[in-house]
């Protein structure tokens, strides 16, 4: 008898207040938004611009700049004109300093081109209420109705909560490790930022939270504490991850956990780019993270085995590695063209031991042969064996019966 349904889905969302940021929502039961930074100059219009266009275009929902000095504040609007020419809206998140007061209120076009300001509590004054910075900061933002994020990064922590926590450690008959009281002063410092801002006069639906740490177990720990303690909207991101596959792998493994804990409502991943490497790899790896997880999807998926010595040659990696090309050169028209595209799923086999199963799972899936098997190709479409390729036009005839597929 079945008795055991295995259900296969994130937990439920945590419940957060709903926070307006340009044409997007964050929190809620809004999807989960990439977000993403630029690393130019930014007073350097040229550049920023042309980078600023390339993370939108790769995805980035919402694209950060620093504000970090006159010329940059006063580039903003510049920037803001030439993406617009260009046909790209994507909202632009000002990255302030202790310094971010001064030069808003020289440069008040700077913050009506921004649809969000981002604050380090530990930077921007000490997030307190006395604090003339970051008071100045919160009022600005409610001048211009901008929403805020208080980004607490625990490699520039507010030295007065860190400072209080330790000295109430140090009362208890058994302290606490000063790695756990660091933690703590990392989730302090942000909801007593947060706190603040809204006695300054922020509404509480315009406040969103991180607490970035560069440890994976670090940050599932803080901002699980986190979720327990507000309702704040969450943005999860692993700072200083690290460049390549080791970067690429703690940024998974963290926000996957957080995300299947229903804990996270924007997400970065921080990668440190190759020499030369694209900024748009991080856009990309986000894209991978929300979508192999269910959460949202971008692009058809294909499905390919690893290959193993039943494999009868390569053929079928490049088959996979042509259908996966195919996919990235037609989606912008397949999308345009045909909603939903984004939820395909094919499937590119290299024998018949797992071939047809995981075709008959996809939408489309072909298993060629192993190498003990006869050189033909069953091709599967919605679960049916649909035909069998043979001879050199597989790969043609294959991304044939895709482009069929989605139109019909
Ligand atoms: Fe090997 Fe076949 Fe499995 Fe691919 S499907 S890994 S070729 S046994």
């Keep these: 008898t079945f008795d055991h349904p295995i259900e296969a889905s994130p937990s439920p969302r945590q419940t957060t207040r709903c926070v307006a940021v340009g044409p997007y929502k964050i929190g809620g039961d809004a999807p989960v938004l990439i977000q993403s930074m630029t690393d130019t100059e930014t007073a350097d219009i040229d550049a920023t611009v042309k980078q600023a266009a390339a993370l939108a275009r790769a995805g980035s929902e919402l694209v950060r700049l620093t504000i970090n000095n006159e010329q940059a504040a006063a ?51 000490k997030g307190s209420r006395r604090d ?27 030295e007065s909560v860190l400072t209080r926590l330790m000295d109430a450690n140090a009362q208890r008959q058994q302290p606490y490790p000063p790695e756990m009281v660091t933690r ?44 327990r303690r507000c309702d704040y909207p969450l943005h999860l991101g692993l ?39 694209a900024r ?27 290959g193993c010595g039943r494999t009868s040659s390569n053929y079928f990696q490049h088959l996979a590695e042509q259908v996966r090309h195919h996919i990235d050169e037609r989606i912008p028209e397949w999308r345009n063209q045909y909603p939903g595209v984004e939820k395909l799923r094919i499937a590119v086999m290299g024998c018949v031991v797992n071939g047809p199963g995981e075709s008959r799972h996809a939408d489309i899936g072909i298993s060629l042969p192993g190498a003990d098997e006869q050189p033909a190709a069953p091709v599967f479409v919605d679960g049916e064996r649909r035909t069998t390729l043979k001879g050199d036009n597989i790969a043609a005839e294959f991304k044939n019966i895709i482009e069929e597929y989605i139109q019909q």
Excluded at 78 to 101: C, K, T, Y
């Design 75 to 125: 580039a903003l609007p510049h920037i803001r004109e030439q993406l617009a020419s260009q046909g790209i809206e994507v909202p632009l998140v000002g990255d302030f300093h202790f310094n971010g007061h001064k030069l808003l209120k020289r440069h008040p076009a700077c913050a009506e081109a921004i649809a969000k300001m981002r604050i380090n509590p530990g930077n921007v004054g």
């Design 132 to 158: 003339p910075q970051f008071a100045e900061m919160i009022e600005i933002a409610c001048r211009y109705e901008l929403p805020v994020r208080i980004g607490v990064n625990w490699g520039s922590l507010d």
């Design 184 to 227: 703590d002063a990392v989730v302090t410092s942000a909801i007593e930022s947060a706190k603040q801002a809204e006695e300054l006069g922020l509404p509480g639906d315009s406040i969103i939270l991180s607490c970035k740490m560069s440890g994976v177990q670090d940050l599932v720990a803080v901002y699980r504490d986190l979720a």
């Design 239 to 277: 700072t200083e991850a690290g460049m390549g596959v080791p970067g690429i792998a703690s940024s998974s493994a963290a926000l996957a956990i957080l995300l299947q804990q229903g804990i996270g409502d924007t997400i970065r991943v921080s990668l440190t780019p190759d020499p030369g490497g």
């Design 280 to 306: 748009t790899r991080e856009v990309e790896v986000a894209q991978q993270i929300l979508q192999c997880m269910g959460l949202r999807d971008f692009t058809p998926r294909v499905t390919a085995c690893p």
